[in-house]
Nanobody, 115 residues
Framework: QMQLVESGGGLVQPGGSLRLSCAAS????????MGWYRQAPGKQRELVAH???????NYADSVKGRFTISRDNAKNTVYLQMNSLKPEDTAVYYC?????????WGQGTQVTVSS
């Protein structure tokens, strides 16, 4: 069974950058499609970025051109580079793994964008 652990969240000023990491264990990482989701207070969880097992990416319109998702299969890790952060990016960010039969989530990491 896949286990996911996110890290890299924190407090950053508007316009700043953060890189989130999600370390996977317990299964064959390379076969999973991976995603980053976020949930702000009082809002539904939403997809931020997604990368398939083949490396194809897609992004929410709100983060296109600012966020980049990548994966390192040798390190069993997926990353989310976040640049030009805005207050509306404030949320708990969750890592997700999906292989067509199983759907796994990390515990989340808080990102706060504030001056």
């Amino acid at each position: 069974q896949m286990q996911l652990v996110e890290s890299g969240g924190g407090l950053v000023q508007p316009g700043g950058s953060l890189r989130l990491s999600c370390a996977a264990s317990g299964s064959i990482f390379s076969i999973y499609d991976m995603g980053w989701y976020r949930q702000a207070p009082g809002k539904q969880r939403e997809l931020v970025a997604h990368i398939t097992s083949m490396g194809i990416t897609n992004y929410a319109d709100s983060v296109k051109g600012r966020f980049t998702i990548s994966r390192d299969n040798a390190k069993n890790t997926v990353y989310l580079q976040m640049n030009s952060l805005k207050p509306e990016d404030t949320a708990v960010y969750y890592c997700n793994a999906y292989d067509g039969s199983g759907d796994y989530w990390g515990q989340g990491t808080q990102v706060t964008v504030s001056s």
